[in-house]
């Protein structure tokens, strides 16, 4: 037990150094580079981003597959040819789709710059993937420091290359694209030596291989859909918002979705340390880590909402020209709170309960709605604030009824604590749209001491069973 403990906090350790780093990279590229391309320019690198983001559906599940069989399990006892093999067959089957996309976009992309970008998003798949194998590989089995140092590896190379490009005042998007995909070249190099078991292993007959790759499709089928439909929530919203009003707003508003995303980051690599260690614990030790971490995410995610009001003084001064994207960022700030706790607890629990035929549905749902929602936001009210507000509504039905799904499962009652949640988002927006800057601080920072003060006990609660695992351990 007490190694288990140790590997979990090693594991944890080294995704939060990973992310840390992440972090960097994301303020170099939210915060100085646009300052250095322009808005146009900006706007086409995180249209790179957008469509890099989708590539990984092109395994059809197959990673997803693998990681839910064999999660939990030892890695000396992994079938390396087997592995192998798949890996083979499909980093073949991949290239194959990426032929195809470079010769449909040359065909039918007349503007330069996107079929760059295209052309540099099918190259990015075949690379992108293969380090997907691997890396769910390692996290399903618990060797999470592995992919972590993978991902480590490729942020700080693009860091180096990026701060270089800084300094040459560099203003193509198209070359921090190119070293983007280098970055993660020599990252797939660093997980093909730790994982040499798996990429140098015999080859396996091939439908063995085959059969073998149809049995984890099947089942990472239904969490590649729930994936694909848990993107297009947010995917729906920048495709109407690039098609309808420009790729300069499509700039604004990824500008702003990436400000909100930094949060998000550090909350999706404790999910990846999550899966693997909750997988060995017994079944009815899930409640007790399920109301644990629940009290806390939703005692301490409103702090996010505080740190805007120092933050917006920052960036007025740094990037005036991104005035817009202020708004859409107070806007969208409360997907920390429900995305947050979607990721971190509702997609992890479902998984560790085998349940991603339920997660799929949720998401499709979800995505049915922010769909509809957006089209009327776009061209019936024709206000790109209300689709905002929209896509917000949409991630919060999606969090919410997650909750409650998994809270009835657990035995506990969510229903107080999700009204006083949505309560406290809402005030936030409500705040920041009618009041000023300060007033709007002094609002929120009253609503949300108000909040804690109706949740002292679990608050109590929550620092005593820290204390005690702190004291244990």
Request: net charge positive.
């Amino acid at each position: 037990m007490e190694e288990r403990g140790s590997i979990f906090l090693k594991n944890i350790f080294y995704a939060f150094l990973a992310q840390g780093i992440s972090l960097c990279l994301s303020v170099l590229m939210s915060l100085i580079v646009p300052k250095l391309l322009g808005v146009e320019e900006y706007s086409y690198w995180q249209l790179f981003l957008f469509y890099s983001s989708y590539v990984g559906f092109f395994y059809f599940g197959l990673n997803d597959g693998i990681y839910l069989r064999i999660g939990g399990s030892n890695y000396k006892n992994l079938d390396f040819s087997l592995l192998g093999t798949q890996f083979k067959v499909a980093t073949v089957i991949n290239a194959f789709i990426s032929i195809l996309i470079i010769i449909f976009s040359l065909i039918f992309i007349e503007d330069s710059k996107r079929l760059f970008v295209l052309i540099m998003s099918a190259l990015y798949l075949i690379v992108y993937n293969a380090v997907g194998f691997l890396g769910f590989i390692f996290q399903a089995v618990n060797k999470t420091k592995n992919y972590s140092i993978s991902v480590i590896i490729d942020r700080i190379i693009f860091i180096i290359f990026v701060l270089v490009l800084l300094l040459f005042n560099s203003a193509d998007f198209r070359i921090y694209v190119i070293l983007f995909f280098l970055s993660k070249v020599v990252s797939l190099f660093y997980l093909t030596i730790v994982g040499k078991e798996i990429i140098y292993s015999s080859f396996r007959n091939i439908t063995g291989a085959l059969k073998e790759m149809w049995k984890n499709i099947a089942v990472g089928i239904n969490l590649m859909f729930s994936n694909i439909a848990s993107m297009l929530v947010l995917g729906n919203v920048r495709f109407i918002i690039d098609r309808k009003w420009g790729i300069t707003e499509f700039g604004m508003f990824s500008f702003a979705l990436s400000l909100t995303t930094f949060f998000l980051l550090f909350i999706n690599q404790i999910s990846i340390v999550l899966f693997p260690t909750l997988r060995q614990i017994k079944e009815d030790s899930l409640n007790y880590v399920y109301n644990v971490s629940r009290i806390g995410l939703s005692l301490f995610f409103p702090v996010v909402f505080l740190l805007y009001y120092p933050m917006i003084y920052l960036l007025n001064f740094w990037l005036p020209q991104y005035k817009d994207s202020f708004i859409y960022w107070a806007l969208l700030l409360p997907i920390c709170t429900f995305d947050g706790k979607m990721q971190m607890l509702c997609s992890t629990f479902f998984k560790v309960l085998r349940k991603e035929r339920l997660l799929l549905l949720i998401n499709i749902f979800t995505m049915i709605i922010s769909i509809i929602l957006s089209v009327v936001g776009a061209y019936v009210i024709g206000n790109l604030y209300s689709i905002i507000i929209f896509l917000v509504l949409s991630i919060a039905i999606r969090s919410i009824i997650a909750e409650l799904y998994l809270s009835k499962l657990m035995g506990i009652s969510v229903i107080k604590d999700l009204i006083l949640e949505i309560g406290v988002a809402s005030s936030f927006i409500i705040s920041f749209w009618y009041l000023n800057v300060q007033e709007s601080f002094l609002v929120f920072s009253l609503v949300y001491f108000i909040f804690l003060l109706i949740n002292w006990n679990k608050l109590k609660y929550l620092i005593r069973t820290l204390f005690h695992l702190k004291f244990k351990n």
